[in-house]
């Protein structure tokens, strides 16, 4: 058995206010995506200039924390809306849903594809390469807080988390930073670089994403709240992640069939 690091959640106290890791997390994997995409951005055959690269990660962002904090209440806690809806704006608490966060950035890229007169494709598949980053962060950043453990198990490297009991769980945040952080990444990275044709990488992304999120689900804890909501044994996130597999199948498809006909 690991030992659960101790980590104290905020990681500087500014008097009264208290910064937390969370949102730490959140913001370097957003300045890593501004950060790879400004660079990027120098080759000219992906269409973007760093200025538009700073307006379209400054929208994204805006979209996951919106959508990511809407999201999680709609599909994971509208009891505690109900009871308390200042729940809503609590995002320091922890929280976040990827589901409703995507959604989120949907909407922000097409409302930046209006203003900068770009093909919503083109700006999704120029994105989607540094998600992973974000998502990486962002599973650092539950683990941190001792949230959304996994499932007891008699693994040498499973752990004991401070509110998950006495019991020996995997550590679950830190298989979804690998698969849907890190392993992603270098997927998505590697395979836009060779310029594939439009569709193709956010169609990676969709089927990257949602079988690391099926697979990694199996090992981690359902909500409380919800617990196993179908057959005994399917999660929210892996209801919410089957619709994103079977886009991406189609849009990879039609991607490569496009292609063939180009």
């Known amino acids: 058995m690991?030992?659960?690091?101790?980590?104290d959640p905020i990681a500087i106290h500014l008097g009264p206010l208290g910064v937390h890791w969370y949102g730490l997390m959140y913001l370097l994997g957003i300045f890593l995506g501004w950060g790879l995409l400004s660079w990027r951005s120098q080759d000219l055959d992906y269409g973007f200039s760093k200025e538009e690269v700073s307006d379209l990660i400054f929208y994204a962002a805006l979209g996951v924390v919106l959508g990511g904090r809407i999201g999680y209440i709609l599909f994971y806690d509208t009891a505690t809306l109900w009871q308390s809806p200042l729940t809503l704006f609590k995002v320091?608490?922890?929280?976040?849903?990827?589901?409703?966060?995507?959604?989120?950035?949907?909407?922000?890229?097409?409302?930046f594809c209006r203003k900068y007169k770009k093909q919503f494709m083109q700006v999704m598949d120029f994105i989607v390469p540094v998600v992973p980053l974000g998502l990486c962060a962002g599973r650092i950043g539950n683990?941190?807080?001792g949230e959304l453990w996994g499932?007891?198990?008699?693994?040498?490297?499973?752990?004991?988390?401070?509110?998950?009991?006495?019991?020996?769980?995997?550590?679950?945040?830190?298989?979804?930073?690998f698969l849907e952080?890190?392993?992603?990444?270098?997927?998505?990275?590697?395979?836009?670089?060779?310029?594939?044709?439009?569709?193709?990488?956010?169609?990676?992304?969709?089927?990257?994403?949602?079988?690391?999120?099926?697979?990694?689900?199996?090992?981690?804890?359902?909500?409380?709240?919800?617990?196993?909501?179908?057959?005994?044994?399917?999660?929210?996130?892996?209801?919410?992640?089957l619709p994103m597999f079977i886009l991406g199948l189609i849009l990879g498809?039609?991607?490569?069939?496009?292609?063939?006909?180009?």
């Not at 690991?2 to 980590?7: A, E, K, N, T």
């Not at 320091?92 to 409302?111: E, I, N, R």
């Not at 499932?151 to 930073?177: C, D, K, N």
């Open 151 to 177: 499932r007891v198990t008699t693994e040498p490297w499973g752990m004991i988390f401070p509110t998950g009991g006495p019991f020996i769980r995997h550590p679950s945040q830190l298989y979804e930073a």
């Open 253 to 262: 498809y039609f991607a490569y069939q496009r292609k063939k006909t180009s």
């Open 92 to 111: 320091w608490q922890g929280g976040m849903s990827f589901h409703g966060g995507l959604l989120g950035v949907l909407l922000a890229c097409f409302l």
């Open 2 to 7: 690991l030992h659960y690091p101790q980590i």
């Open 143 to 145: 683990f941190i807080n």
């Open 181 to 241: 952080g890190l392993v992603l990444f270098i997927a998505l990275w590697w395979y836009s670089s060779h310029k594939p044709p439009r569709m193709a990488v956010s169609a990676l992304f969709l089927i990257g994403y949602s079988s690391a999120r099926i697979f990694c689900e199996f090992f981690r804890m359902p909500d409380p709240q919800l617990s196993f909501i179908a057959f005994g044994w399917l999660t929210m996130g892996q209801l919410l992640s």
